[in-house]
Protein backbone atom coordinates (compact mmCIF):
# COMPACT_ATOMS: atom_id res chain seq x y z
CA UNK A 1 0.00 0.00 0.00
CA UNK A 2 2.72 2.33 1.13
CA UNK A 3 4.72 1.93 -2.40
CA UNK A 4 1.32 2.61 -4.29
CA UNK A 5 0.98 5.81 -2.40
CA UNK A 6 4.26 6.92 -3.15
CA UNK A 7 3.37 7.13 -6.64
CA UNK A 8 0.56 9.81 -6.17
CA UNK A 9 1.51 12.75 -7.57
CA UNK A 10 -1.33 15.64 -6.72
CA UNK A 11 -1.12 19.16 -5.26
CA UNK A 12 -3.29 18.02 -2.50
CA UNK A 13 -1.14 14.65 -1.71
CA UNK A 14 1.83 15.40 0.64
CA UNK A 15 4.94 13.47 -1.88
CA UNK A 16 6.41 10.41 -0.76
CA UNK A 17 10.40 10.52 -1.20
CA UNK A 18 11.47 7.26 -0.05
CA UNK A 19 10.52 4.51 1.99
CA UNK A 20 11.96 1.35 3.64
CA UNK A 21 12.99 -0.32 6.80
CA UNK A 22 15.47 0.48 8.84
CA UNK A 23 16.27 -1.32 12.51
CA UNK A 24 14.03 -3.32 12.69
CA UNK A 25 10.68 -0.65 11.79
CA UNK A 26 9.96 1.08 8.57
CA UNK A 27 9.32 4.95 7.67
CA UNK A 28 8.04 7.09 5.15
CA UNK A 29 10.26 10.26 4.07
CA UNK A 30 7.41 12.69 3.21
CA UNK A 31 7.65 16.48 1.77
CA UNK A 32 7.53 18.74 4.22
CA UNK A 33 4.81 21.49 4.39
CA UNK A 34 4.85 24.64 6.33
CA UNK A 35 2.62 25.61 8.40
CA UNK A 36 -0.12 24.72 11.25
CA UNK A 37 -1.38 21.71 11.01
CA UNK A 38 -5.49 21.81 10.66
CA UNK A 39 -5.50 19.52 14.31
CA UNK A 40 -3.53 22.75 15.62
CA UNK A 41 -5.81 25.52 14.11
CA UNK A 42 -9.50 23.71 15.20
CA UNK A 43 -8.15 23.49 18.76
CA UNK A 44 -7.10 27.01 18.57
CA UNK A 45 -10.43 27.81 17.21
CA UNK A 46 -12.09 25.31 20.17
CA UNK A 47 -10.03 27.17 22.76
CA UNK A 48 -11.27 30.69 21.68
CA UNK A 49 -14.90 29.53 21.31
CA UNK A 50 -15.04 29.86 17.36
CA UNK A 51 -15.89 27.36 14.77
CA UNK A 52 -13.89 27.32 11.44
CA UNK A 53 -15.13 30.10 8.71
CA UNK A 54 -17.48 27.91 6.41
CA UNK A 55 -15.73 29.09 3.24
CA UNK A 56 -12.45 27.31 4.53
CA UNK A 57 -14.12 24.49 5.77
CA UNK A 58 -15.61 23.98 2.51
CA UNK A 59 -12.27 24.35 0.85
CA UNK A 60 -10.33 21.99 3.21
CA UNK A 61 -13.61 19.65 1.73
CA UNK A 62 -13.39 20.54 -1.77
CA UNK A 63 -9.14 19.39 -1.41
CA UNK A 64 -9.90 16.43 0.67
CA UNK A 65 -12.14 14.99 -1.81
CA UNK A 66 -10.06 16.29 -5.19
CA UNK A 67 -7.27 14.38 -3.64
CA UNK A 68 -9.47 11.20 -3.17
CA UNK A 69 -10.81 11.03 -6.36
CA UNK A 70 -7.47 10.92 -7.82
CA UNK A 71 -6.13 8.42 -5.51
Known amino acids: MARLAARLAH ?3 CTVFDLGEAEGGYYLAMEYVPGASLHR ?8 GRDLPLPAALRIVAQLL ?5 A
Not at 41 to 48: A, D, I, S, Y
Not at 66 to 70: G, K, P, T, V
Open 41 to 48: VLRTLEKE
Open 66 to 70: EALDY
Open 11 to 13: PNI
